[in-house]
Structure formats: structure tokens, C-alpha cells
């Protein structure tokens, strides 16, 4: 595979997060403390959106799989180092990359799973509004601009500021609002912030 030129920041991006992660990483997972393996699986969840950003399926997979890993003992409800490290957000980060990848099925899936979590609602607002976001890109990917109209409505309701500044947000928004089928709500939204 060729690269293109915005693939070389997110190699050096997976670099970065991987040598950090590993020079953290405890020598042996089952003796490392929450706080360490809080703060090596949240590298490893950077290194492997860096991964997905440049198609690298493989590595983005083995990533999030040791960072699952470390989240399962780590456990919910905890932000050692403020990383709100745990399963959900491993969860979340994996429809990112799924949405990266262009797994639009995967991506909802994940989304899915990870919303039905008890801990979904310990995450703070801008996190699930742009995890919601992403959600929205799977559906839209997935051919579901119902569903993404839906979910860009929540993302809003969660975090306004994340719908209504975030350029990434806006593109979704013009692509659902095209649909003739769209709810009246996203109409009405996309009429505010002035997106055609």
C-alpha cells in the first residue's frame, strides 16, 4: 500500500503512544497497579486509532485487544491519572476504529454494546457526545441515515458544543439532513447551524 501524505503523522502518532505505553507498561500485566496499566492502556488505545487512521486493520485489532485486556483488570469507575480508563472506553475507542476502518457493521455493533454498559453514564458528556458521533459515522457508513439522524440528535442533547463546533459533526449532519426522510429534529438542527 502506497501512503498517502496524512498517514505519516499517524505513524509517528503510533509510535510515539506505543513507546510510551511500553516504557510504562509493567514487566508483568498480572503484577502491574490499576494506576499503571490505567495509563499504558489508554497509549495503547491511541496507538491503535493511529493504527486505524491508516488502515493498518492488524495492528489496530492486536492494540485494542491488550488494551481490553488491561481494562477487564482495571475495572469501571475508575480515572486513575484522569485517563477514564476502563472496558467502556476500550469499547468506545473500538467503533472508532471501526468507523476508521470503514467497518460500518462492526462499528455499530461495538457502538451497541458499549451504550448497554452500566458505566456507558459514568462517562463524562463530551466523551459520549463524541462517541455518539462516531456512532452516527457507522450509521451513515452502514446506510441507516435514520438511525444517524437519531444519534446526532442524542450527541447533541449530551454535548451541544461537541455537535455544533466540531467540524466532523457538521459533515454528518449535511449528509443526514439530505435524506428525505429526515426527522424534523435534525432538520430543525441543521436550519440553527445554518448546515445545508
Known amino acids: 500500500m502506497l501512503l498517502g501524505r496524512d498517514a505519516r503523522p499517524a505513524w509517528a502518532t503510533e509510535r510515539a503512544a506505543l513507546a510510551a505505553a511500553y516504557r510504562i507498561a509493567p514487566a508483568d500485566p498480572d ?5 499503571e496499566l490505567s495509563l499504558c ?3 495503547l488505545v491511541q ?6 487512521r491508516h ?15 488491561m ?9 486513575h491519572h484522569r485517563t477514564g480508563f476502563g472496558p467502556t472506553t476500550v469499547g468506545s475507542a473500538r467503533v472508532a476504529a471501526a468507523v476508521e476502518l470503514g ?22 458528556a463530551e466523551h ?3 462517541h455518539l458521533l462516531d456512532a452516527a459515522r457507522a450509521y451513515l457508513q452502514a446506510d441507516d ?18 455537535v455544533r463546533h466540531r467540524p466532523a459533526a457538521r459533515s454528518v449532519l449535511a449528509q443526514v439532513v439530505r435524506d428525505p426522510h429526515a426527522p424534523a429534529t435534525i432538520v430543525q438542527l441543521a436550519l440553527a447551524l445554518g448546515v445545508t
Not at 151 to 160: Q, W
Open 47 to 52: 496507538a491503535a486509532l493511529a493504527a486505524a
Open 103 to 124: 467497518a460500518a457493521r462492526a462499528a455499530v455493533t461495538w457502538h451497541e454494546r458499549t451504550t448497554r454498559r452500566d458505566a456507558w453514564r459514568w462517562l463524562p
Open 71 to 79: 481494562a477487564d483488570r482495571v475495572g469501571e469507575g475508575h480515572d
Open 128 to 130: 459520549r457526545a463524541a
Open 55 to 69: 488502515g493498518d486493520e492488524a495492528s489496530a485489532a492486536e492494540l485494542l485487544g491488550e488494551a481490553a485486556a
Open 31 to 35: 503484577d502491574g497497579t490499576p494506576q
Open 41 to 43: 492502556g489508554a497509549l
Open 145 to 162: 441515515p435514520a438511525s444517524a439522524g437519531r444519534t446526532l440528535v442524542d450527541a447533541d442533547r449530551t454535548a451541544p458544543a461537541e
